[in-house]
Structures are given as C-alpha cells and as structure tokens.
C-alpha cells in the first residue's frame, strides 16, 4: 500500500518584480501554511519523505509545514522535476521513488496538483487551493504500478478557519 500525499504551496504574492520560480509566499500564504501544518500535525500520519519544487512559494510552504511536524530534515529533498504544472512531471518522479518508501509528501504547484488528484483519485476536487492538502491512497506495493487510488482525505485551509 502506498500513500501519496500532495500540498499545494501557500498563496503567493505578484508584488516584486520576480521570475516565477522567485515569487514569495504572501502573508496570507504564511499563516495558511501554519493552518494546515499544525492541522496535520494531529493526524499523527507517519510520512517517509517530503519533497519539494525548488520554487520559492513551494519551498517555504514545505519548511514551515514540515517544521509543524516536526519532520526531520535529513528526510527532505527539494526536486527539480516538481517545478511542474501539467503534473506529467510529477507522476513521473512519483513512479520512481523506490518502494522502501511508504508514505510521501510531495510540496508543489498547480494545475499539477488538481490533475492529479483527479486523475489517481476516486473524488472530482474542482481545484486544489493553495496551501490545500490532498491525501491519495494506492493499494499497489510499488510505485511503478500506481494508478487509481482513493482519496482518503483533503484539508483546505478555507474549512479550517
């Protein structure tokens, strides 16, 4: 059984003249990030490793996420493949974490991540807001071979306010 678990970076500010890959997290995005962490937090859930886009907006959501969880830092890795919108990418680098790794968090972008949810899960998400976390569940063993799974739970932060 293998858990694919996905966050969408926090709301991002267009404010300073910046590439893409730049762009910080606005203040809102900030506190929405911390909204869900510590909501995660008390979910107990056992994760394996994070990844994350090298974006700024995807890497500050994942530090201060995992820093909610008091995940460990040596299992965390940013990616360059997850600076991905269509998800093609994604799935991609999913299918190739070894199958000693049960449970992963994967930090990124959408419309990757909406297009994912939708094409593994089994519930239709009109859209995968930022900072919205969304938890896929597979009960293939390997990587390699997942598909469709179940869509075991989403946390967005609009619900936790």
């Known amino acids: 059984m293998k858990n694919l678990l996905l966050m969408r970076h926090g709301k991002s ?3 300073l003249n910046v590439s893409d890959v730049d762009r910080p997290l606005k203040q809102r995005g900030i506190t929405d990030a911390h909204l ?3 909501h995660l937090a008390k979910s107990n859930i ?12 995807a890497l500050h959501t994942a530090i201060i996420c995992l820093r909610n969880l008091k ?3 040596d299992k965390f890795k940013v990616e360059h493949e997850l600076y991905d ?8 680098f999913v299918r190739s974490r070894p199958d000693s790794l049960t449970t992963i968090l994967i930090f990124g972008h959408n419309h990757a991540f909406t297009q994912i949810a939708n094409s593994l899960g089994n519930k239709h998400i009109e859209n995968v807001p930022t900072s919205g976390f969304v938890h896929l569940k597979f009960e293939e063993e390997s990587w390699e071979r997942v598909t469709k799974g179940s869509t075991i739970q989403t946390i967005f932060p609009k619900a936790l306010k």
């Open 71 to 73: 995940f460990p830092m």
């Open 13 to 15: 500010s267009w404010e």
């Open 46 to 57: 056992n994760i394996d490793f994070a990844f994350s886009s090298p974006a700024n907006r």
């Open 85 to 92: 919108f269509s998800g093609n990418q994604v799935i991609d």
């Open 36 to 38: 869900v962490g510590s």
